[in-house]
């Protein structure tokens, strides 16, 4: 995987006013994609110090310069790169597994660290050849999934206002679906919904701890749904879902089988559109455009589901 793909930029909400800045981040999925055991800052850091000189074998970090600025040098064993923090709205998400240099700190640095684990020494490595070597045998023990013969699967549901079907949808997934999955997980981003639909996906994490929730600060549409869906999830390939029951459940199973036999892409095609005239002449017409402007290989009717090769 290439270095770009692992570390992510994140922005930051500014609710400041005549009064002064005010920056926000909220765990649980809302602005940071874990939830936050840890926090810790480093300050007073000589601008010739490099801190940090180590990866971590399960921590998830975002760093974030309050005052002041900084550089951080990440590698992943084949490249690197340095990215300078210098906004307190500027965040640096690393995954576990990620080198880590912080170094040429101004005299006013304050670099603050949200962490998703408390503090264990036994997971840090400290010497760059150790950390070489435990990624050759990372990349030796997951190289059969990267064939796509086997893999842990991501469902992404976006909800939104879907409180009457939630329950129904999960319970379609566990009897025809789940049971079959040697490994997955269900992803459900609430897109703002005012009506009990985060209560029921919280129910539902209750009886599966194999469900990850997601809560968006306001409704933002379907496609930001499943982007912040995108981003939290941890398998090897991800499909999506819709929560009102539309799709068939196994039509997940079938696709996850057509990826594991090695397609990296997998499209579900509708055959026809159940919808009034005017609803499937619009439609028609946006897939005619995307096919136009975006993707001259995009399905006519376009695709009601999507499996993909995961990050």
Avoid at 47 to 56: F, M, S
Avoid at 247 to 255: K, Y
Wanted: aromatic share 10%; hydrophobic share 35%.
């Amino acid at each position: 995987m290439k270095l770009e793909e692992q570390y992510k930029i994140l922005y930051f909400r500014d609710l400041g006013d005549e009064r002064g800045n005010l920056v926000v981040i909220e765990g649980e999925g809302m602005d940071v994609p874990f939830d936050i055991k840890r926090v810790f800052y480093l300050y007073g850091s000589d601008d010739k110090v490099v801190r940090g000189q180590h990866a971590n074998r399960e921590t998830e970090f975002i760093l974030v310069n309050v005052g002041g600025s900084s550089r951080v040098r990440v590698d992943n064993g084949v490249e690197s790169k340095v990215i300078e923090l210098n906004r307190p709205g500027m965040g640096l998400y690393l995954p576990p597994m990620l080198w880590k240099d912080m170094y040429d700190f101004s005299p006013d640095s304050i670099l603050m660290v949200l962490a998703s684990r408390h503090y264990d020494d036994r997971e840090y490595i400290r010497d760059y050849s150790e950390y070489l070597e435990e990624l050759k045998k990372q990349e030796s023990v997951s190289r059969p999934a990267a064939k796509g013969r086997e893999g842990k699967i991501s469902v992404i549901i976006p909800v939104y206002y879907n409180e009457d079907t939630l329950m129904d949808l999960y319970q379609d997934m566990k009897d025809k679906i789940l049971g079959s999955l040697r490994d997955y997980e269900l992803v459900f981003v609430d897109d703002g919904s005012g009506d009990r639909s985060w209560e029921i996906m919280n129910e539902i994490g209750r009886m599966d701890n194999r469900v990850h929730l997601v809560k968006l600060s306001r409704n933002f549409g379907e496609h930001a749904a499943l982007l912040a869906g995108l981003s939290v999830c941890s398998g090897d390939c991800a499909v999506t879902k819709q929560a009102d029951l539309q799709e068939d459940s196994t039509l997940i199973t079938q696709m996850y089988e057509s990826w594991k036999r090695g397609n990296k892409v997998v499209l579900a095609v509708r055959r026809s559109r159940d919808e009034s005239r005017v609803k499937v002449f619009f439609a028609n017409l946006y897939y005619a455009m995307v096919r136009k402007c975006i993707n001259k290989g995009m399905p006519w009717g376009g695709a009601t589901v999507i499996c993909l090769t995961g990050k």
